[in-house]
């Protein structure tokens, strides 16, 4: 709306003020505090009627899996160890949010997972040997992502984001209600990818959830290299994209949120971007020295905050959960953990001729040529054994 | 009936777009305007927006958006607007569109097609005249086609967006608006195979995209040196035709290699290397290139000294050792 200048001038003050428009940016803003239905003790906070807490059976459920994600980190990382993965990217105190978004979707959206998403994937049942085929070495991507409608985790940063948008535009074209999860970390959103994504995303309507999980650090760059914003939950509203922010730390809100957003996306409202303020205890990979960027100190302070503790401080508090409850659960981490060792242990059968399979749909000329060579070379390599 | 590259290039995005609801095609300025070559034109009006729409300016964006739109079942046709402009998506292409296949042992295919107007001889401006197809062509997952006739403007799209595979569609700018006669729907050649555009006799001058033609010219005026020359259209880069190459120059058993890209490590450096590899005791002399100078692709008034033009496809013949004699070229050296 304009105001001409006589406009201005006839109105009296008290007019004028009530005359403003609202600002249509105001309601995209995130709050300015991270939502925490939980305290850090476990305690719960004053109930919020924008984010209703989930029902007790699916915190029962969230609590599970984060203790299932926990011990399968644990295994991954030992597994790097022994020389099993050629690399681990561990995600240790960020089970609230790769647990709890993956439960706010339905098994027919899509998700979109980075390098860091290994717990994400196992929580969303994909079989944790297919998750760690990637790190292990014998194929890129070990599930097939059109039959557990989850991407390939994604190594080149951001990139995803556009996918999503373009998965979750598709699927509204042809009359279907998917909602696409886009996980990000908080250095990738400094990447153009993501500005791209979001921005098609909303010019398109598109039903995507961009999930930003801010650990603080980019390998070791720390957040003040990556943005000067308020909050990562900030760089929606230059797009036009509903934001908000969220204590990562606490699994019942970051459920919460993560349920609105989908909410929100699956009725046709276009995307959500949520950023969760979290932490990654671990280095970036068993290769990374994080004692050269960030001191003990830090790292205690959130160990503290764990996710999975205050969950359990809560649900026992409210009759959830009790020793037996907890006892059980434990015993299932372990006996997962069990199978996913003896299973890892084995030896994967690779076969190099199978490198020229997927190229192409049909190999070309060129390629059926190399693959004879190959072909010749192993069976000269295996006559030589058989000599020798 | 005579018509030209653009309209069949159209044409063939509307017979596509109407024998398959999977199709969309957008980009930028491909709507309402119908794209600054006007390839699209028309195609959003008959169609909907729905199926031909224009997208923010960011072309990483572009081609992330048809993966995405290509997983959900869709058969994505983007457009590039130029060839230097399509650098921003590379990472999507090298990283996503070539490897998806791959990464996921077959079980997710990305049929998208990227059509990309390349090459110069138009008189453009910086950055809008560039031949990037050896960056394509180095990047396995990738087909990367090149048309040179209408025909071939029509027939090998149609093929393009029925492929299973993603495909890099390289249209020279140049040859749009040239005109031939053409019955489309036509259907030709399909992708792998070469085409001998003129039969000869003396040597083979193997050529594709804007450098046809100006093989074909060659060819006519050396008639008049005496050299009856073989033109060869390559068409598809990838997947590449060795046979009916290398037939042509054990042929003829001389070769010269054209191209409008700079000539260092580009595609006819390939080329020459395969054909002296599988010709090596029908070659009468070394196989030679002619391609565009190793500079960055100079201002519209400089750019005739750029192009490989027929005199310097001639006088490359002329040094196919007539005589037997070494190439004076190298003699210094």
Same mark, same amino acid.
């Given at each position: 709306?304009?105001?001409?200048?006589?406009?201005?001038?006839?109105?009296?003050?008290?007019?004028?003020?009530?005359?403003?428009? %609202?600002?249509?940016?105001?309601?995209?803003? %995130?709050?300015?505090?991270?939502?925490?239905?939980?305290?850090?003790?476990?305690?719960?906070?004053?109930?919020?009627?924008?984010?209703?807490?989930?029902?007790?059976?699916?915190?029962?459920?969230?609590?599970?899996?984060?203790?299932?994600?926990?011990?399968?980190?644990?295994?991954?990382?030992?597994?790097?160890?022994?020389?099993? /993965?050629?690399?681990?990217?561990?995600?240790?105190?960020?089970?609230?949010?790769?647990?709890?978004?993956?439960?706010?979707?339905?098994?027919?959206?899509?998700?979109?997972?980075?390098?860091?998403?290994?717990?994400?994937?196992?929580?969303?049942?994909?079989?944790?040997?297919?998750?760690?085929?990637?790190?292990?070495?014998?194929?890129?991507?070990?599930?097939?992502?059109?039959?557990?409608?989850?991407?390939?985790?994604?190594? %080149?940063?951001?990139?995803?984001?556009?996918?999503?948008?373009?998965?979750?535009?598709?699927?509204?074209?042809?009359?279907?209600?998917?909602?696409?999860?886009?996980?990000?970390?908080?250095?990738?959103?400094?990447?153009?990818?993501?500005?791209?994504?979001?921005?098609?995303?909303?010019?398109?309507?598109?039903?995507?959830?961009?999930?930003?999980?801010?650990?603080?650090?980019?390998?070791?760059?720390?957040?003040?290299?990556?943005?000067?914003?308020?909050?990562?939950?900030?760089?929606?509203?230059?797009?036009?994209?509903?934001?908000?922010?969220?204590?990562?730390?606490?699994?019942?809100?970051?459920?919460?949120?993560?349920?609105?957003?989908?909410?929100?996306?699956?009725?046709?409202?276009?995307?959500?971007?949520?950023?969760?303020?979290?932490?990654?205890?671990?280095?970036?990979?068993?290769?990374?020295?994080?004692?050269?960027?960030?001191?003990?100190?830090?790292?205690?302070?959130?160990?503290?905050?764990?996710?999975?503790?205050?969950?359990?401080?809560?649900?026992?508090?409210?009759?959830? /959960?009790?020793?037996?409850?907890?006892?059980?659960?434990?015993?299932?981490?372990?006996?997962?953990?069990?199978?996913?060792?003896?299973?890892?242990?084995?030896?994967?059968?690779?076969?190099?001729?199978?490198?020229?399979?997927?190229?192409?749909?049909?190999?070309?000329?060129?390629?059926?040529?190399?693959?004879?060579?190959?072909?010749?070379?192993?069976?000269?390599?295996?006559?030589?054994?058989?000599?020798? | 009936?005579?018509?030209?590259?653009?309209?069949?290039?159209?044409?063939?995005?509307?017979?596509?777009?109407?024998?398959?609801?999977?199709?969309?095609?957008?980009?930028?300025?491909?709507?309402?305007?119908?794209?600054?070559?006007?390839?699209?034109?028309?195609?959003?009006?008959?169609?909907?927006?729905?199926?031909?729409?224009?997208?923010?300016?960011?072309?990483?964006?572009?081609?992330?958006?048809?993966?995405?739109?290509?997983?959900?079942?869709?058969?994505?046709?983007?457009?590039?607007?130029?060839?230097?402009?399509?650098?921003?998506?590379?990472?999507?292409?090298?990283?996503?569109?070539?490897?998806?296949?791959?990464?996921?042992?077959?079980?997710?295919?990305?049929?998208?097609?990227?059509?990309?107007?390349?090459?110069?001889?138009?008189?453009?401006?910086?950055?809008?005249?560039?031949?990037?197809?050896?960056?394509?062509?180095?990047?396995?997952?990738?087909?990367?086609?090149?048309?040179?006739?209408?025909?071939?403007?029509?027939?090998?799209?149609?093929?393009?967006?029925?492929?299973?595979?993603?495909?890099?569609?390289?249209?020279?700018?140049?040859?749009?608006?040239?005109?031939?006669?053409?019955?489309?729907?036509?259907?030709?050649?399909?992708?792998?195979?070469?085409?001998?555009?003129?039969?000869?006799?003396?040597?083979?001058?193997?050529?594709?995209?804007?450098?046809?033609?100006?093989?074909? #010219?060659?060819? #006519?005026?050396?008639?008049?040196?005496?050299?009856?020359?073989?033109?060869?259209?390559?068409?598809?880069?990838?997947?590449?035709?060795?046979?009916?190459?290398?037939?042509?120059?054990?042929?003829?058993?001389?070769?010269?290699?054209?191209?409008?890209?700079?000539?260092?490590?580009?595609?006819?450096?390939?080329?020459?290397?395969?054909?002296?590899?599988?010709?090596?005791?029908?070659?009468?002399?070394?196989?030679?290139?002619?391609?565009?100078?190793?500079?960055?692709?100079?201002?519209?008034?400089?750019?005739?000294?750029?192009?490989?033009?027929?005199?310097?496809?001639?006088?490359?013949?002329?040094?196919?050792?007539?005589?037997?004699?070494?190439?004076?070229?190298?003699?210094?050296?």
């Amino acid at each position: 709306m304009t105001t001409t200048p006589q406009a201005v001038r006839r109105a009296s003050p008290r007019a004028r003020r009530t005359v403003t428009p %609202p600002d249509p940016a105001r309601s995209l803003l %995130p709050d300015a505090e991270p939502v925490r239905l939980l305290a850090q003790d476990g305690m719960p906070l004053p109930a919020r009627a924008d984010y209703p807490e989930p029902a007790a059976e699916v915190l029962h459920e969230l609590y599970r899996r984060m203790v299932l994600g926990r011990r399968f980190d644990t295994q991954a990382t030992a597994l790097t160890k022994q020389g099993r /993965l050629a690399v681990y990217p561990s995600s240790r105190g960020q089970e609230a949010c790769q647990v709890g978004a993956v439960l706010a979707v339905r098994d027919t959206d899509w998700v979109f997972p980075t390098y860091r998403e290994s717990m994400a994937l196992v929580a969303r049942g994909i079989d944790p040997v297919e998750v760690l085929t990637l790190l292990r070495g014998d194929w890129h991507c070990g599930y097939d992502p059109t039959e557990v409608r989850t991407a390939p985790q994604c190594t %080149p940063l951001a990139t995803q984001c556009v996918h999503a948008a373009g998965l979750a535009h598709g699927e509204a074209y042809q009359g279907r209600d998917t909602v696409a999860l886009a996980f990000i970390g908080d250095g990738a959103t400094s990447e153009g990818d993501f500005h791209e994504g979001v921005n098609f995303a909303a010019v398109f309507k598109a039903p995507v959830v961009y999930f930003v999980q801010n650990n603080k650090y980019a390998i070791s760059v720390p957040l003040s290299r990556q943005t000067a914003a308020p909050s990562l939950a900030y760089k929606g509203v230059g797009y036009g994209v509903p934001s908000e922010q969220v204590d990562g730390n606490d699994p019942v809100a970051v459920l919460a949120v993560l349920t609105r957003a989908v909410a929100h996306a699956r009725a046709g409202k276009g995307p959500f971007l949520v950023e969760a303020h979290t932490y990654r205890m671990e280095p970036h990979t068993n290769a990374d020295d994080a004692s050269r960027y960030r001191d003990g100190a830090e790292v205690d302070a959130w160990r503290d905050r764990d996710p999975i503790a205050r969950l359990e401080t809560y649900l026992r508090a409210r009759g959830v /959960l009790d020793d037996a409850a907890v006892a059980e659960i434990a015993e299932q981490a372990e006996a997962y953990a069990a199978d996913l060792r003896t299973r890892m242990n084995a030896q994967p059968a690779v076969d190099p001729l199978s490198l020229f399979d997927h190229v192409y749909a049909e190999p070309t000329p060129q390629l059926i040529e190399q693959r004879e060579q190959v072909r010749a070379e192993l069976a000269a390599a295996r006559a030589e054994e058989g000599d020798a | 009936m005579a018509t030209t590259m653009a309209k069949a290039l159209n044409t063939a995005l509307a017979d596509a777009l109407a024998a398959d609801d999977r199709v969309v095609v957008f980009g930028e300025d491909v709507g309402a305007l119908g794209g600054v070559f006007r390839i699209t034109d028309g195609l959003q009006a008959r169609f909907g927006d729905k199926r031909c729409f224009d997208t923010p300016l960011a072309e990483a964006g572009i081609v992330g958006f048809a993966v995405g739109l290509a997983i959900s079942g869709l058969r994505p046709v983007v457009e590039m607007q130029f060839d230097a402009f399509a650098y921003p998506a590379f990472e999507q292409i090298a990283s996503h569109v070539a490897k998806l296949r791959n990464r996921t042992r077959g079980a997710l295919s990305v049929p998208i097609v990227i059509r990309v107007p390349y090459a110069g001889g138009i008189g453009g401006v910086e950055h809008h005249c560039d031949s990037s197809e050896a960056y394509y062509a180095h990047t396995p997952g990738l087909k990367v086609v090149t048309p040179a006739t209408v025909d071939d403007a029509y027939s090998l799209l149609r093929e393009a967006i029925d492929d299973p595979d993603p495909v890099v569609f390289m249209e020279p700018k140049k040859l749009y608006f040239a005109s031939a006669d053409a019955s489309l729907p036509a259907r030709t050649e399909p992708f792998g195979r070469a085409v001998v555009r003129r039969p000869g006799r003396d040597a083979t001058l193997v050529a594709y995209g804007p450098a046809v033609p100006v093989a074909l #010219e060659a060819a #006519e005026a050396a008639r008049e040196e005496g050299w009856d020359l073989e033109v060869v259209d390559v068409r598809t880069i990838v997947p590449f035709d060795d046979a009916t190459i290398t037939a042509s120059v054990r042929r003829t058993g001389r070769c010269v290699v054209i191209q409008e890209a700079p000539g260092f490590a580009g595609v006819g450096a390939e080329i020459a290397a395969r054909v002296q590899e599988r010709c090596f005791h029908a070659l009468h002399a070394p196989v030679l290139r002619v391609a565009g100078l190793d500079i960055p692709y100079p201002a519209p008034m400089l750019e005739h000294t750029h192009l490989p033009g027929v005199d310097r496809v001639l006088d490359a013949v002329a040094r196919l050792q007539w005589d037997d004699q070494p190439d004076a070229r190298w003699a210094a050296a």
